[in-house]
């Protein structure tokens, strides 16, 4: 199974904050949004970094709470982990894995379609389990 499919369940809604807001107007949108990561956007809406809980925390405990008032550039991720819609689930995991992160906004021609976060991924993979235990108990009753 592809990434695709966990877009076409879940949506290919994307929150996205521009680098020049503050990390207060970040944690605002996390909270009010109930997520863990935004996507951060440039002028052209081009991906050019990804903020999450985890690097807001690390901001707070090296600033205290005067990084509230510093620009999200500061604390996002530059380099950022992506995937297109055609990578398999299995794939995605072991990346989020191999590289302790929990969020892979998903890319396809340089244009931004959609976010997938380990929730995502281990969501899909349950039910993906479940169908497959389910036909395997339907054709061993049929046997």
């Given at each position: 199974?592809?990434v695709?499919?966990?877009l076409?369940?879940?949506?290919?809604?994307?929150t996205?904050?521009?680098?020049?807001?503050?990390?207060?107007d970040?944690?605002?949108?996390?909270?009010?949004?109930?997520?863990?990561?935004?996507?951060?956007?440039?002028?052209?809406?081009?991906?050019?970094g990804?903020?999450?809980?985890r690097?807001?925390?690390?901001?707070?405990?090296?600033?205290?709470?005067s990084?509230?008032?510093?620009?999200?550039?500061?604390?996002?991720?530059?380099?950022?982990?992506?995937?297109?819609?055609?990578?398999?689930?299995?794939?995605?995991?072991e990346?989020?894995?191999?590289?302790?992160f929990?969020?892979?906004?998903?890319?396809?021609?340089?244009?931004l379609?959609?976010?997938?976060?380990?929730g995502?991924v281990?969501?899909?993979?349950?039910?993906?389990?479940?169908?497959?235990?389910?036909?395997?108990?339907?054709?061993?009753?049929?046997?």
């Amino acid at each position: 199974m592809t990434v695709k499919a966990i877009l076409s369940a879940k949506g290919t809604s994307i929150t996205t904050v521009e680098p020049a807001a503050t990390l207060g107007d970040a944690i605002s949108m996390l909270a009010e949004r109930r997520i863990g990561a935004l996507v951060v956007t440039g002028a052209d809406n081009r991906l050019v970094g990804i903020i999450t809980e985890r690097d807001i925390v690390r901001m707070l405990a090296k600033h205290g709470a005067s990084a509230l008032e510093l620009p999200v550039t500061e604390a996002m991720t530059r380099k950022v982990v992506t995937c297109g819609q055609a990578e398999t689930v299995s794939r995605v995991m072991e990346r989020m894995t191999a590289g302790k992160f929990r969020h892979v906004p998903v890319v396809e021609r340089e244009r931004l379609v959609g976010i997938v976060s380990i929730g995502d991924v281990v969501k899909f993979r349950l039910e993906e389990m479940e169908r497959e235990s389910s036909a395997l108990r339907d054709y061993i009753q049929t046997a």
